[in-house]
Protein backbone atom coordinates (compact mmCIF):
# COMPACT_ATOMS: atom_id res chain seq x y z
CA UNK A 1 0.00 0.00 0.00
CA UNK A 2 1.29 3.56 -0.76
CA UNK A 3 2.36 5.68 2.22
CA UNK A 4 -0.46 7.11 4.25
CA UNK A 5 -1.62 10.49 4.28
CA UNK A 6 -1.02 11.82 7.17
CA UNK A 7 -3.55 14.67 8.74
CA UNK A 8 -4.04 16.82 11.97
CA UNK A 9 -6.55 17.94 12.92
CA UNK A 10 -7.99 21.42 14.75
CA UNK A 11 -10.85 21.35 16.76
CA UNK A 12 -12.28 18.35 18.69
CA UNK A 13 -16.08 19.29 18.96
CA UNK A 14 -18.33 17.10 17.77
CA UNK A 15 -17.28 17.19 14.20
CA UNK A 16 -13.53 16.77 15.20
CA UNK A 17 -14.56 13.37 17.22
CA UNK A 18 -17.02 11.96 14.53
CA UNK A 19 -13.64 12.20 12.04
CA UNK A 20 -11.63 10.33 14.27
CA UNK A 21 -14.62 7.74 14.57
CA UNK A 22 -15.35 7.65 10.82
CA UNK A 23 -11.28 7.51 10.29
CA UNK A 24 -11.22 4.37 13.15
CA UNK A 25 -14.28 2.55 12.48
CA UNK A 26 -13.68 2.57 8.22
CA UNK A 27 -10.11 2.67 8.26
CA UNK A 28 -9.63 -0.14 5.84
CA UNK A 29 -12.18 0.52 3.34
CA UNK A 30 -11.17 4.25 3.55
CA UNK A 31 -7.86 2.58 2.54
CA UNK A 32 -9.08 0.73 -0.47
CA UNK A 33 -11.13 3.48 -1.91
CA UNK A 34 -8.24 6.64 -0.83
CA UNK A 35 -5.44 4.15 -2.29
CA UNK A 36 -3.88 4.56 1.06
CA UNK A 37 -3.88 4.78 4.45
CA UNK A 38 -5.40 8.03 6.12
CA UNK A 39 -3.70 8.52 9.19
CA UNK A 40 -4.14 10.85 12.13
CA UNK A 41 -0.98 12.39 12.61
CA UNK A 42 -1.34 15.18 15.07
CA UNK A 43 -4.63 16.88 16.92
CA UNK A 44 -5.15 20.28 18.39
CA UNK A 45 -8.59 21.90 20.00
CA UNK A 46 -8.80 24.24 23.26
CA UNK A 47 -8.93 22.26 25.57
CA UNK A 48 -7.10 19.12 26.10
CA UNK A 49 -9.45 17.73 29.17
CA UNK A 50 -12.69 17.62 27.74
CA UNK A 51 -14.47 14.68 27.67
CA UNK A 52 -15.39 13.72 23.86
CA UNK A 53 -16.17 10.20 24.15
CA UNK A 54 -12.85 9.15 21.56
CA UNK A 55 -9.42 7.95 22.87
CA UNK A 56 -7.16 10.75 22.02
CA UNK A 57 -3.95 8.72 23.83
CA UNK A 58 -2.82 7.25 20.84
CA UNK A 59 -2.89 10.76 19.03
CA UNK A 60 0.29 13.54 19.62
CA UNK A 61 -0.94 16.39 21.11
CA UNK A 62 -0.19 20.45 20.02
CA UNK A 63 -1.33 22.81 21.97
CA UNK A 64 -0.97 25.74 18.98
CA UNK A 65 -3.30 25.01 16.29
CA UNK A 66 -2.10 27.23 14.03
CA UNK A 67 1.53 26.05 13.53
CA UNK A 68 0.27 22.23 12.78
CA UNK A 69 0.48 22.62 8.72
CA UNK A 70 3.94 23.64 9.89
CA UNK A 71 5.09 20.36 11.05
CA UNK A 72 6.91 18.24 8.11
CA UNK A 73 5.34 15.24 9.17
CA UNK A 74 1.33 16.86 8.19
CA UNK A 75 0.56 16.36 4.88
CA UNK A 76 -3.38 18.14 5.38
CA UNK A 77 -4.79 20.08 8.02
CA UNK A 78 -8.60 19.47 9.01
CA UNK A 79 -9.80 22.99 10.47
CA UNK A 80 -12.90 22.38 12.51
CA UNK A 81 -12.72 25.13 14.85
CA UNK A 82 -15.25 27.12 13.56
CA UNK A 83 -16.27 31.37 13.41
CA UNK A 84 -14.77 33.20 10.49
CA UNK A 85 -11.79 34.82 11.76
CA UNK A 86 -9.27 34.24 14.51
CA UNK A 87 -7.66 30.59 15.63
CA UNK A 88 -9.18 29.72 12.40
CA UNK A 89 -8.50 31.82 9.85
CA UNK A 90 -4.59 31.91 11.04
CA UNK A 91 -4.68 27.66 10.79
CA UNK A 92 -5.89 28.16 7.60
CA UNK A 93 -3.68 30.31 6.22
CA UNK A 94 -0.79 29.07 7.93
CA UNK A 95 -1.20 25.71 6.45
CA UNK A 96 -1.75 26.75 2.96
CA UNK A 97 1.43 28.79 3.18
CA UNK A 98 3.14 25.98 4.15
CA UNK A 99 2.42 24.29 1.03
CA UNK A 100 -0.29 21.63 3.19
CA UNK A 101 -3.77 21.17 2.19
CA UNK A 102 -6.33 22.27 3.75
CA UNK A 103 -9.87 20.30 4.48
CA UNK A 104 -12.59 22.90 7.00
CA UNK A 105 -16.57 22.58 7.72
CA UNK A 106 -15.66 26.08 8.46
CA UNK A 107 -18.65 27.78 6.67
CA UNK A 108 -18.45 31.52 8.18
CA UNK A 109 -15.10 31.64 6.95
CA UNK A 110 -15.18 29.90 3.25
CA UNK A 111 -18.05 32.79 2.54
CA UNK A 112 -15.83 35.80 4.26
CA UNK A 113 -12.31 34.99 3.64
CA UNK A 114 -13.03 31.48 0.45
CA UNK A 115 -11.75 33.77 -2.05
CA UNK A 116 -8.58 34.47 -0.61
CA UNK A 117 -7.53 31.26 0.29
CA UNK A 118 -8.46 29.77 -2.63
CA UNK A 119 -6.21 31.99 -4.54
CA UNK A 120 -3.56 31.07 -2.11
CA UNK A 121 -4.30 27.35 -2.23
CA UNK A 122 -4.26 27.60 -6.29
CA UNK A 123 -0.79 29.34 -6.20
CA UNK A 124 0.62 26.81 -3.78
CA UNK A 125 -0.83 23.82 -6.08
CA UNK A 126 -2.97 22.09 -2.91
CA UNK A 127 -6.09 21.20 -2.11
CA UNK A 128 -8.73 23.44 0.06
CA UNK A 129 -11.95 21.73 0.08
CA UNK A 130 -15.16 22.67 2.18
CA UNK A 131 -17.79 20.23 1.30
CA UNK A 132 -18.87 20.05 4.89
CA UNK A 133 -19.48 23.52 4.90
CA UNK A 134 -22.69 23.87 3.21
CA UNK A 135 -25.60 21.05 4.14
CA UNK A 136 -23.97 18.66 6.46
CA UNK A 137 -23.46 15.27 5.04
CA UNK A 138 -24.93 15.87 1.52
CA UNK A 139 -22.54 15.48 -1.22
CA UNK A 140 -23.84 18.50 -2.64
CA UNK A 141 -20.54 20.59 -3.44
CA UNK A 142 -19.53 17.19 -5.37
CA UNK A 143 -23.04 17.03 -6.65
CA UNK A 144 -22.60 20.94 -8.28
CA UNK A 145 -18.81 21.07 -9.08
CA UNK A 146 -18.53 16.97 -10.90
CA UNK A 147 -21.79 15.80 -11.19
CA UNK A 148 -23.56 18.58 -12.57
CA UNK A 149 -20.26 20.28 -14.23
CA UNK A 150 -21.61 19.92 -17.91
CA UNK A 151 -24.88 21.99 -17.30
CA UNK A 152 -25.46 25.70 -16.42
CA UNK A 153 -27.01 26.48 -13.35
CA UNK A 154 -30.08 28.24 -13.90
CA UNK A 155 -31.03 28.41 -10.32
CA UNK A 156 -30.12 26.81 -6.82
CA UNK A 157 -32.12 26.60 -3.83
CA UNK A 158 -33.37 24.90 -0.80
CA UNK A 159 -33.31 24.19 2.71
CA UNK A 160 -29.55 25.15 4.32
CA UNK A 161 -29.87 25.18 7.77
CA UNK A 162 -30.92 22.02 9.91
CA UNK A 163 -31.75 24.49 13.46
CA UNK A 164 -34.46 26.38 11.88
CA UNK A 165 -35.77 23.47 9.75
CA UNK A 166 -35.69 21.28 13.08
CA UNK A 167 -37.38 24.24 14.56
CA UNK A 168 -40.44 24.87 12.18
CA UNK A 169 -41.15 21.18 11.22
CA UNK A 170 -41.41 20.47 15.23
CA UNK A 171 -43.57 23.48 16.16
CA UNK A 172 -45.55 22.36 13.01
CA UNK A 173 -45.55 18.77 14.32
CA UNK A 174 -46.38 19.63 18.52
CA UNK A 175 -47.48 23.16 18.65
CA UNK A 176 -44.62 23.74 21.05
CA UNK A 177 -42.99 27.55 21.24
CA UNK A 178 -39.68 28.79 19.69
CA UNK A 179 -37.36 28.68 22.43
CA UNK A 180 -38.41 25.23 23.69
CA UNK A 181 -37.94 23.77 20.49
CA UNK A 182 -34.46 26.00 20.31
CA UNK A 183 -32.97 24.34 23.07
CA UNK A 184 -33.55 20.94 21.82
CA UNK A 185 -31.65 21.47 18.42
CA UNK A 186 -28.85 22.78 20.84
CA UNK A 187 -28.65 19.97 22.85
CA UNK A 188 -28.94 17.77 19.77
CA UNK A 189 -26.12 19.45 18.64
CA UNK A 190 -27.08 20.59 15.66
CA UNK A 191 -27.27 24.98 16.16
CA UNK A 192 -24.11 27.08 16.26
CA UNK A 193 -21.91 28.09 19.03
CA UNK A 194 -24.11 31.48 19.14
CA UNK A 195 -27.35 29.97 17.90
CA UNK A 196 -28.56 33.58 16.89
CA UNK A 197 -26.25 32.72 13.17
CA UNK A 198 -28.85 29.80 12.72
CA UNK A 199 -32.05 31.56 13.50
CA UNK A 200 -31.27 34.93 12.40
CA UNK A 201 -30.51 33.18 8.52
CA UNK A 202 -26.37 34.04 8.78
CA UNK A 203 -25.26 30.32 8.94
CA UNK A 204 -27.65 29.97 5.65
CA UNK A 205 -26.63 32.47 3.86
CA UNK A 206 -23.25 31.94 4.72
CA UNK A 207 -24.19 28.52 2.82
CA UNK A 208 -26.01 30.15 0.16
CA UNK A 209 -23.30 32.25 -0.68
CA UNK A 210 -20.70 29.48 -1.12
CA UNK A 211 -23.36 27.47 -3.33
CA UNK A 212 -24.06 30.17 -5.23
CA UNK A 213 -20.06 31.05 -6.37
CA UNK A 214 -20.19 26.78 -7.16
CA UNK A 215 -22.97 26.91 -9.69
CA UNK A 216 -22.76 30.29 -11.27
CA UNK A 217 -18.83 30.77 -11.37
CA UNK A 218 -19.90 34.23 -9.58
CA UNK A 219 -17.05 35.49 -6.81
CA UNK A 220 -18.25 34.72 -3.38
CA UNK A 221 -20.71 37.54 -1.92
CA UNK A 222 -21.82 36.83 1.42
CA UNK A 223 -22.31 40.37 1.99
CA UNK A 224 -25.03 41.08 -0.61
CA UNK A 225 -27.19 38.04 0.58
CA UNK A 226 -30.66 39.12 1.13
CA UNK A 227 -30.74 37.73 4.42
CA UNK A 228 -34.12 37.16 7.06
CA UNK A 229 -34.30 34.64 10.29
CA UNK A 230 -37.17 32.80 11.71
CA UNK A 231 -37.31 34.96 14.89
CA UNK A 232 -40.33 37.25 13.58
CA UNK A 233 -42.61 33.61 13.16
CA UNK A 234 -45.31 33.22 15.37
CA UNK A 235 -47.03 29.51 16.00
CA UNK A 236 -49.91 31.05 14.58
CA UNK A 237 -48.17 31.65 11.19
CA UNK A 238 -47.46 28.21 10.92
CA UNK A 239 -50.94 27.69 11.95
CA UNK A 240 -52.37 30.29 9.09
CA UNK A 241 -49.64 28.57 6.64
CA UNK A 242 -51.73 25.59 7.29
CA UNK A 243 -54.44 26.36 7.30
CA UNK A 244 -53.81 27.92 3.29
CA UNK A 245 -51.89 25.13 2.23
CA UNK A 246 -48.71 25.53 2.76
CA UNK A 247 -45.93 25.02 5.22
CA UNK A 248 -43.51 27.62 6.28
CA UNK A 249 -39.69 26.75 5.60
CA UNK A 250 -36.46 29.18 5.76
CA UNK A 251 -35.11 29.01 1.94
CA UNK A 252 -32.03 30.51 0.45
CA UNK A 253 -32.35 30.87 -2.79
CA UNK A 254 -29.89 32.20 -5.98
CA UNK A 255 -29.83 32.71 -9.66
CA UNK A 256 -28.45 35.42 -12.13
CA UNK A 257 -29.95 37.80 -14.55
CA UNK A 258 -28.15 39.97 -17.40
CA UNK A 259 -29.25 43.71 -16.18
CA UNK A 260 -27.92 46.83 -17.53
CA UNK A 261 -25.71 44.48 -19.93
CA UNK A 262 -24.13 42.67 -16.95
CA UNK A 263 -25.14 39.26 -15.23
CA UNK A 264 -26.57 39.93 -12.00
CA UNK A 265 -26.69 38.03 -8.84
CA UNK A 266 -29.88 37.56 -6.93
CA UNK A 267 -28.95 35.68 -3.12
CA UNK A 268 -32.15 35.87 -0.48
CA UNK A 269 -32.38 33.26 2.44
CA UNK A 270 -36.03 33.82 4.03
CA UNK A 271 -39.45 32.03 5.71
CA UNK A 272 -40.89 31.14 2.73
CA UNK A 273 -44.37 29.77 2.14
CA UNK A 274 -44.00 25.84 0.20
CA UNK A 275 -46.96 24.30 -1.05
CA UNK A 276 -47.96 21.39 0.73
CA UNK A 277 -47.39 19.62 -2.93
CA UNK A 278 -43.49 20.34 -3.18
CA UNK A 279 -40.88 18.33 -2.70
CA UNK A 280 -39.25 20.17 0.32
CA UNK A 281 -42.88 20.90 2.04
CA UNK A 282 -41.45 17.04 3.50
CA UNK A 283 -38.15 18.51 4.76
CA UNK A 284 -38.62 17.86 8.69
CA UNK A 285 -36.11 18.12 10.88
CA UNK A 286 -32.75 18.88 10.73
CA UNK A 287 -32.49 17.34 7.34
CA UNK A 288 -31.36 19.63 4.60
CA UNK A 289 -32.36 19.85 0.65
CA UNK A 290 -30.73 21.54 -2.30
CA UNK A 291 -31.99 21.29 -5.69
CA UNK A 292 -30.49 22.64 -8.79
CA UNK A 293 -31.56 23.20 -11.76
CA UNK A 294 -28.97 22.20 -14.94
CA UNK A 295 -30.02 23.20 -18.21
CA UNK A 296 -29.54 19.41 -19.64
CA UNK A 297 -29.58 17.94 -16.06
CA UNK A 298 -32.98 19.44 -15.58
CA UNK A 299 -33.70 19.38 -11.65
CA UNK A 300 -31.74 17.76 -9.02
CA UNK A 301 -32.31 17.04 -5.30
CA UNK A 302 -30.05 16.76 -3.06
CA UNK A 303 -31.40 15.74 0.70
CA UNK A 304 -30.04 14.49 3.92
CA UNK A 305 -28.47 15.04 7.30
CA UNK A 306 -27.27 18.99 7.01
CA UNK A 307 -25.82 18.45 10.77
CA UNK A 308 -24.68 16.67 13.20
CA UNK A 309 -21.79 14.82 14.36
CA UNK A 310 -21.90 11.39 11.70
CA UNK A 311 -22.88 13.47 8.68
CA UNK A 312 -20.66 16.35 8.74
CA UNK A 313 -17.49 13.95 9.29
CA UNK A 314 -18.51 12.25 6.74
CA UNK A 315 -18.43 14.96 4.19
CA UNK A 316 -14.97 16.16 6.21
CA UNK A 317 -13.82 12.34 5.43
CA UNK A 318 -14.86 12.44 1.46
CA UNK A 319 -13.06 15.62 1.04
CA UNK A 320 -9.68 13.89 2.65
CA UNK A 321 -10.33 10.90 0.24
CA UNK A 322 -10.29 13.09 -2.35
CA UNK A 323 -6.34 14.50 -1.36
CA UNK A 324 -5.16 11.03 -0.80
CA UNK A 325 -6.35 9.63 -4.66
CA UNK A 326 -4.64 13.50 -5.56
CA UNK A 327 -7.84 15.24 -6.84
CA UNK A 328 -6.69 19.20 -6.20
CA UNK A 329 -9.12 21.01 -8.37
CA UNK A 330 -9.83 24.19 -8.30
CA UNK A 331 -11.96 24.77 -4.71
CA UNK A 332 -14.43 27.02 -6.29
CA UNK A 333 -14.33 24.87 -9.51
CA UNK A 334 -12.94 27.54 -12.21
CA UNK A 335 -9.81 28.97 -11.11
CA UNK A 336 -10.44 32.18 -8.43
CA UNK A 337 -9.31 35.02 -11.36
CA UNK A 338 -11.75 33.96 -13.68
CA UNK A 339 -15.00 33.83 -11.41
CA UNK A 340 -16.93 36.69 -12.20
CA UNK A 341 -17.86 39.55 -10.22
CA UNK A 342 -21.29 40.24 -10.00
CA UNK A 343 -23.26 43.12 -8.66
CA UNK A 344 -26.56 42.22 -6.61
CA UNK A 345 -29.59 41.84 -9.06
CA UNK A 346 -32.01 44.24 -8.62
CA UNK A 347 -35.36 42.15 -7.10
CA UNK A 348 -38.15 44.64 -7.29
CA UNK A 349 -38.97 43.16 -10.97
CA UNK A 350 -39.44 39.50 -9.87
CA UNK A 351 -42.33 38.42 -10.29
CA UNK A 352 -43.98 35.95 -7.37
CA UNK A 353 -46.85 35.97 -4.66
CA UNK A 354 -46.70 36.92 -1.17
CA UNK A 355 -47.39 35.95 2.32
CA UNK A 356 -48.10 39.20 4.40
CA UNK A 357 -49.15 39.32 7.74
CA UNK A 358 -50.22 42.25 10.09
CA UNK A 359 -50.77 42.28 13.38
CA UNK A 360 -53.59 45.05 13.42
CA UNK A 361 -55.98 46.96 15.91
CA UNK A 362 -59.42 45.59 16.40
CA UNK A 363 -61.97 48.80 15.36
CA UNK A 364 -63.61 49.70 12.32
CA UNK A 365 -61.67 51.10 9.22
CA UNK A 366 -58.21 48.93 9.67
CA UNK A 367 -58.84 46.05 7.14
CA UNK A 368 -60.07 49.15 4.91
CA UNK A 369 -56.93 50.84 5.62
CA UNK A 370 -54.84 47.68 5.14
CA UNK A 371 -56.83 46.62 1.73
CA UNK A 372 -56.54 50.30 0.39
CA UNK A 373 -52.93 50.45 0.82
CA UNK A 374 -52.45 47.33 -0.99
CA UNK A 375 -54.95 48.37 -3.83
CA UNK A 376 -52.89 51.27 -4.29
CA UNK A 377 -49.75 49.70 -4.69
CA UNK A 378 -51.72 47.72 -6.69
CA UNK A 379 -50.94 44.30 -4.87
CA UNK A 380 -53.84 41.74 -5.72
CA UNK A 381 -55.58 39.28 -2.81
CA UNK A 382 -55.61 36.20 -3.62
CA UNK A 383 -57.08 34.82 0.02
CA UNK A 384 -57.04 36.55 3.55
CA UNK A 385 -57.95 35.55 6.93
CA UNK A 386 -58.39 37.32 10.34
CA UNK A 387 -58.68 35.57 14.11
CA UNK A 388 -60.21 36.90 16.21
CA UNK A 389 -58.61 38.02 19.29
CA UNK A 390 -56.37 35.73 21.27
CA UNK A 391 -57.21 36.10 25.00
CA UNK A 392 -56.61 39.55 26.36
CA UNK A 393 -54.10 40.45 23.31
CA UNK A 394 -54.76 43.91 21.97
CA UNK A 395 -54.35 42.96 18.18
CA UNK A 396 -55.48 40.68 15.61
CA UNK A 397 -53.93 38.81 13.28
CA UNK A 398 -54.54 39.81 9.81
CA UNK A 399 -53.06 37.04 7.16
CA UNK A 400 -53.19 37.16 3.23
CA UNK A 401 -51.57 35.90 0.00
CA UNK A 402 -51.26 38.01 -2.83
CA UNK A 403 -51.84 36.88 -6.27
CA UNK A 404 -48.54 37.01 -8.63
CA UNK A 405 -47.22 40.29 -9.07
CA UNK A 406 -43.41 42.48 -8.61
CA UNK A 407 -41.99 42.20 -5.55
CA UNK A 408 -42.09 45.71 -5.94
CA UNK A 409 -45.59 46.57 -5.29
CA UNK A 410 -45.58 44.40 -1.95
CA UNK A 411 -43.14 46.56 -0.85
CA UNK A 412 -44.80 50.12 -2.02
CA UNK A 413 -47.79 48.59 0.28
CA UNK A 414 -45.50 48.24 3.17
CA UNK A 415 -44.20 51.59 2.89
CA UNK A 416 -48.05 53.57 2.96
CA UNK A 417 -48.82 51.55 6.11
CA UNK A 418 -45.00 52.61 7.84
CA UNK A 419 -46.05 54.21 10.42
CA UNK A 420 -49.69 53.65 10.49
CA UNK A 421 -51.35 53.64 14.28
CA UNK A 422 -53.67 50.18 13.36
CA UNK A 423 -50.55 48.36 13.48
CA UNK A 424 -48.60 47.56 16.54
CA UNK A 425 -45.42 45.91 14.36
CA UNK A 426 -44.29 45.89 10.92
CA UNK A 427 -45.94 44.00 8.81
CA UNK A 428 -44.46 40.80 8.14
CA UNK A 429 -43.65 39.35 4.33
CA UNK A 430 -42.65 35.54 3.46
CA UNK A 431 -42.57 34.70 -0.56
CA UNK A 432 -44.49 31.95 -1.93
CA UNK A 433 -42.12 29.53 -3.23
CA UNK A 434 -42.69 29.13 -6.86
CA UNK A 435 -42.06 25.59 -8.34
N1 LIG B 1 -26.03 25.03 12.66
C1 LIG B 1 -25.99 24.38 11.40
C2 LIG B 1 -27.39 23.92 11.05
C3 LIG B 1 -25.05 23.21 11.47
O1 LIG B 1 -28.26 23.97 11.92
O2 LIG B 1 -27.64 23.57 9.92
C4 LIG B 1 -24.59 22.74 10.16
O3 LIG B 1 -24.00 23.73 9.42
New binding site residues.
Partial sequence: MAEPLRIALAGLGTVGAGVIRVIEANQALIARRAGRPIEIVAISARDRNRQRGVDLSRYAWEDDMVILGEKPEVDVVVELVGGSDGPALACARTTIEAGKSLVT?N?AMIAHHGLELAAKAEAAKVALKFEA????GIPVIKGLREGAAANAIERVYGI???????ILSTMEDTGRDFADVLAE?QAKG???AD?A??IEGT??AH?LAILASIAFGSKVDFRSVDTAGITRLRAADIAQADALGYVIRLIGMADTEAQNGSNRLFQRVQPHLVAFDHPLAHVDG?T?AVVAEGNFSGRLLFQGA???EGP?ASAVVADLIDIARGELGAPFSVPVAELEEMAPADTGHRQGRSYIRFMAADRPGVLAEITAALRDAGVSIESLIQKGRAGDAEAVMVSMVTHEGPESAVRKAIELLDGSSALSEPPLVMHLLGN
Avoid at 160 to 166: I, Q, S
Fill in positions: AKAVAGLNGTCNFAYAEPFDDAKANGAGT
